[in-house]
């Protein structure tokens, strides 16, 4: 029987709506419904379903707090499978972005259309998940600067061979096609494709993201979270 985990207590800054955002630039955040089970399911195994859906409720709050803060463009919650679920209204009123659903398919059709759909809107999109709690808002500013001046793509690499952001200024779904999703090959064969369409690129800092137990850790040892409760390198919150 797994132990008690604490609850998270993340304090959500309310000045998040007065922010003044770029007009040319949409941040899109792709989230899954925090349901046990569903979410963080490497890590559930290590500190049980509940305290993985919780740890990627914080995760997922920190991801939009940086993305507002940055205020490098337009924030939009792109979900799965549903927009009813009460977490992501709760989103929806503590920051200012708007909601979305994402299309059904593997993890590149979805990205490949909320690219699609976005573009028709904005002149660049920046696409991010909830995984690098190490993404800075100075990253998001840099990546929708290298897009104004130009490039094609930018990518955001992180240390086990993915990325944990991609920005367009065009669209291409060759460039989510055949893809080897959660591997180390994610970010070698996005190279390949940006070369295959010789689109011009530039390329964040190295980050890191959160899959295995040491990435747990590496939270606490590096200042993202606060802990409480009786059980060592847990989290009750991560910090703003």
Not at 12 to 34: E, K, M, Q, W, Y
Not at 156 to 183: K, N
């Amino acid at each position: 029987m797994k132990p008690p985990y604490p609850s998270p207590h993340i304090k959500v800054p309310n000045a998040s709506r007065g922010c003044v955002t770029s007009s040319d630039c949409h941040l899109i955040v792709f989230a899954r419904a925090p349901v046990p089970g569903e979410v963080k399911t490497r890590l559930a195994v290590f500190m049980g379903a509940s305290a993985a859906a919780r740890l990627y409720e914080s995760m997922l709050l920190r991801t939009l707090s940086t993305a507002v803060h940055s205020r490098a463009g337009t924030v939009e919650l792109w979900v799965t499978p549903s927009k009813e679920h009460p977490f992501f209204n709760l989103c929806a009123q503590e920051f200012p972005l708007t909601l979305h659903l994402q299309t059904t398919g593997d993890l590149g059709s979805r990205m490949a259309h909320a690219f699609q759909e976005t573009l028709t809107e904005t002149r660049f999109a920046l696409l991010l998940g909830t995984d690098a709690p190490s993404l800075t808002q100075d990253d998001l500013n840099e990546a929708a600067a290298a897009l104004r001046q130009g490039n094609d793509a930018v990518l955001g690499p992180t240390e086990d061979g993915g990325y944990c952001l991609i920005g367009l200024r065009r669209h291409a779904p060759r460039l989510f096609d055949d893809i080897s999703w959660g591997t180390p090959l994610v970010l070698e064969q996005t190279r390949t494709r940006l070369r295959e369409l010789a689109w011009s690129w530039r390329e964040l800092p190295e980050r890191w993201d959160v899959d295995r137990p040491e990435d747990v850790d590496r939270l606490k040892s590096e200042g993202y979270l606060t802990i409480s409760g009786q059980l060592p390198n847990m989290h009750s919150h991560i910090k703003k």
